[in-house]
């Protein structure tokens, strides 16, 4: 198995434009995370999905963000419009239960 | 507070033992784990524990509770240049929720 595979690794985005990252999980795994790591806050749960269903969006900073899994090798975490603040490493991360198992390599995001 | 505290760095020889220390938050919190994110990777989930247990034993790998002062440590025992990472330890506080410490970078000096 390829692991959880994510996409772009970085991306540069100017102020105000809109980010899309992508995440496909590992085969078979029913819950799948979307996580933010900063220096400042560390690891922080935005979002997870149970059966492609969103569980807890609770962590999502505000309604700039939005997270969607169209199907079960699927999900997107979209900004816009992005801002600097939200720079950061972006992870998804999939598991059999509750618990992230498995993390993807991130996105690193830089907003200027 | 909600913070899980641990050191941020810490350097051994190789062939000796690392120890990882972290300290947690919830005395109630069920399970408590071990994450290890090598250069360039994201984190896997490397080991756990349940409230229950004090020790834990894993090949070179062992993980120690101590509830009443809330006090988890992660030995690496043999460490090798392969273990060279940043270790979180993690505390399920309930209600799918999950927090991680900052994480210790683990060296490995020759």
Known sequence: DAGVIQSPRHEVTEMGQEVTLRCKPISGHDYLFWYRQTMMRGLELLIYFNNNVPIDDSGMPEDRFSAKMPNASFSTLKIQPSEPRDSAVYFCASSRDTVPQYFGPGTRLLVL | ?110
């Open chain 2, 1 to 110: 507070g909600e913070d899980v505290e641990q050191s941020l760095f810490l350097s051994v020889r190789e062939g000796d033992s690392s120890v990882i220390n972290c300290t947690y938050t919830d005395s109630s919190s069920t399970y408590l784990y071990w994450y290890k994110q090598e250069p360039g990777a994201g984190l896997q989930l490397l080991t756990y524990i349940f409230s229950n247990m004090d020790m834990k034993q894993d090949q070179r790998l062992t993980v120690l509770l101590n509830k009443k002062d809330k006090h988890l440590s992660l030995r690496i025992a043999d460490t090798q240049t392969g273990d060279s990472a940043i270790y979180f330890c993690a505390e399920y506080q309930g209600a799918q929720k999950l927090v991680f410490g900052q994480g210790t970078r683990l060296t490995i000096n020759p």
